[in-house]
């Protein structure tokens, strides 16, 4: 199983619908972050979670909403879908190993919104 | 606001010669961080680099780090088709504990 596990892979939504992203994790770190890839645009932070009780706004926060249900799983939610939210969307994990700080990604979730 | 820029955003190269992938960040950091894309893919982590002078190393990939300059480069050796990706550099500002990332870097290695 992978480190990161981000479900669904795909997913085609219309407007205005209610979606949710979900991401659960096996490596027992605290932080987890939710990004989205536009091409040309890199990676932008959408929110990120220190520990479950904490939960923080990242760049591009506007339209989502997110939820740490445990340490282990880290939902993204998109209340209201609207075509510009189309993206690859990837969750990640980051935490010390073997000396350096890392951060882990999941396999990602193209969410294309019609 | 940490800023970071990458150049050329499209690289195509020749197989067997030398090129080089250059990322600027705008602000102190503390750690900078390159990963390789493939298409449709996850990221994959290349290397990590934490204090000035820092330069690292993996098969045909040589990554430095002058943080003076504020300045990362990622030296591609002999570059061979396996190396076609996207590669992008990010940034950990102040012990943020959050990337920031440059907009990749597309490269395309032909014969």
């Known amino acids: 199983d992978a480190d990161v596990t981000q479900t669904p892979r795909n997913r085609i939504t219309k407007t205005g619908k209610r979606i949710m992203l979900e991401c659960s994790q096996t490596k027992g770190h605290d932080r987890m972050y939710w990004y989205r890839q536009d091409p040309g645009l890199g990676l932008r932070l959408i929110y990120y979670?220190?520990?479950?009780?904490?939960?923080n706004k990242g760049e591009i926060s506007d339209g989502y909403s997110v939820s740490r249900q445990a340490q282990a799983k880290f939902s993204l939610s998109l209340e209201s879908a609207i075509p510009n939210q189309t993206a690859l969307y990837f969750c990640?994990?980051?935490?010390?190993?073997?000396?350096?700080?890392?951060?882990?990604f999941g396999s990602g979730t193209r969410l294309t919104v019609v | 606001e940490l800023k970071v820029e990458q150049n050329p955003l499209f690289l195509s190269m020749q197989e067997g010669k030398n090129y080089t992938i250059y990322c600027n960040y705008s602000t102190t950091s503390d750690r900078l961080y390159w990963y390789r894309q493939d298409p449709g893919k996850s990221l994959e982590s290349l290397f990590v680099?934490?204090?000035?002078?820092a330069v690292k190393q993996e098969g045909r990939l040589m990554a430095s780090l002058d943080t003076k300059a504020r300045l990362s480069t990622l030296h591609i050796t002999a570059a061979v088709h396996d190396l076609s990706a996207t590669y992008f550099c990010?940034?950990?500002?102040?012990?943020?504990?959050?990337?920031?990332f440059g907009a990749g870097t597309t490269v395309t290695v032909r014969a």
């Open positions: 990640a994990t980051s935490d010390f190993e073997g000396g350096d700080y890392g951060y882990t």
């Open positions: 990010a940034v950990d500002y102040l012990n943020d504990y959050k990337l920031s």
């Open positions: 680099l934490l204090s000035n002078g």
């Open positions: 979670s220190f520990d479950v009780k904490d939960i």
